[in-house]
């Protein structure tokens, strides 16, 4: 629908291979019509921006809460799901090579921001 989504994310974390700290930051789909819907931009308070590449995850229900879902992997928060409130999609996020080989030894956690305040 091409609202942002705007979170205080509370821990550092990880897209990829980019770490970014602590902060409030937008999540968007990128301004471009061609590209896939799965293709969104973080844009951080600080001026970091970072263009990535998700699958989209097709849901039986429609979210009830806008979430930011991390995988906690030795204290590193990798993000790893987008749920938009009202959507039935959710956007994933490939997952590293150490964060699969942290699920695979089961030393990984989940962890979930809810995003209270998406408006600007």
Do not use: C, W
Not at 62 to 69: K, P, Q
């Amino acid at each position: 629908n091409g609202s942002a989504i705007k979170v205080n994310v509370p821990t550092a974390f990880v897209i990829s291979d980019a770490t970014f700290d602590a902060g409030i930051y937008t999540i968007e789909r990128t301004p471009s019509t061609i590209d896939s819907p799965s293709l969104l931009v973080l844009r951080g308070g600080n001026g970091e921006t970072m263009i990535f590449d998700t699958m989209i995850a097709r849901s039986n229900e429609t979210a009830n809460d806008t979430e930011l879902v991390f995988d906690t992997v030795d204290g590193t928060n990798y993000l790893s799901k987008i749920v938009v409130k009202g959507q039935s999609t959710v956007n994933e996020l490939q997952k590293t090579k150490a964060q699969k080989k942290a699920i695979a030894n089961g030393v990984s956690s989940v962890h979930v921001v809810t995003v209270t305040n998406t408006g600007f």
